[in-house]
């Protein structure tokens, strides 16, 4: 009997957990954390660092911040947006309107995230810690945007984007054009593939005056505004190539990265949803795990 009411404990707390790991959508964290490694180890080639020494708990410090960061950003999104979630046939089984998770548990877990996030920096180094509650600003902010402006696609991007460079400042406790480069490829990246996931809540958004660049400019023009700036990102991550000075290994990545950037272009079309999770998710995913596989693997040698 006893091992049974254990057994049961277990498994309640597992689905709590799997819960929470759900509310904050973890596994997109594949988008802006294979940029965090892209940033961390290109400090360590610029202020070449020999990975024989410690360099192990930097580097945990640095994914636990990406970790409290951006299950903040997305638990407060949820918090905020409980009400209008609820009315949205397609949000209204997320975990809070659902009634899987009380409101102010998450509440609760954002503001753990927060508190955790803001005392990791402190063991990394002085600037990530005086700079962590701006990128709390930021990470936070883009959860009220969509209330008065349809550029909240860009404010979103701007969140993920301080993954490369906050990595790179964790490394060398300084900026550097390469991976400011690489924060704007992201920004424009994420805006743009953003704009797609948007076009779902189209006539929502409308309908319940909330603001994206979908509702403001119809879908076949977003999906323009989507390109415009997905071709940006491929501008930026060039252009970092050449100042950075990387390798073959490199510009296949990048070819690679691109590709793919308008290969999802392929699968939406304005009439045509359907494919939006594949172009959102699948497409995306490959694009940075792939991309930061190759830059990687040119760092590394080069270290």
């Not at 704009?195 to 509702?215: G, M, R």
Request: charged share 10%; glycine share 4%; with cysteine.
């Amino acid at each position: 009997m006893e091992s049974n009411i254990k057994s049961l404990e277990l498994k309640s707390a597992l689905n709590g957990i799997k819960n929470y790991f759900s509310l904050v959508k973890f596994a997109h964290t594949i988008f802006a954390m294979p940029f965090a490694l892209i940033g961390f180890f290109y400090g360590f080639k610029m202020i070449n660092y020999d990975l024989q020494r410690p360099w192990l708990l930097l580097f945990a410090l640095v994914i636990l911040c990406m970790v409290f960061a951006r299950s903040s950003a997305m638990a407060f999104n949820r918090w905020l947006d409980a009400e209008h979630d609820a009315k949205n046939p397609r949000t209204m089984i997320r975990e809070i309107p659902a009634g899987i998770i009380p409101k102010r548990n998450a509440m609760i877990f954002v503001a753990i995230n927060c508190i955790a996030f803001l005392i990791t920096t402190y063991f990394i180094n002085t600037m990530c810690f005086f700079l962590a509650p701006v990128a709390l600003f930021v990470i936070l902010f883009y959860s009220y945007t969509k209330r008065f402006t349809a550029l909240c696609h860009l404010v979103l991007g701007l969140g993920l984007s301080l993954a490369p460079i906050g990595a790179y400042i964790a490394v060398t406790g300084q900026f550097d054009l390469v991976p400011v480069l690489f924060s704007f490829s992201v920004l424009f990246w994420v805006s743009g593939f953003d704009i797609i996931y948007a076009l779902q809540d189209e006539e929502f958004d409308k309908e319940n005056n909330l603001y994206s660049i979908p509702s403001w400019l119809g879908a076949s023009n977003a999906l323009h505004a989507s390109e415009l700036l997905h071709l940006l990102s491929a501008i930026s991550v060039i252009v970092a190539g050449m100042v950075g000075h990387f390798s073959w290994l490199y510009w296949t990545g990048v070819f690679v990265f691109v590709f793919f950037l308008f290969y999802q272009h392929t699968l939406v079309k304005p009439k045509d949803l359907s494919k939006v999770n594949k172009a959102f998710f699948s497409s995306n995913g490959i694009a940075s795990v792939v991309f930061s596989g190759f830059v990687l693997l040119d760092i590394f040698i080069n270290l």
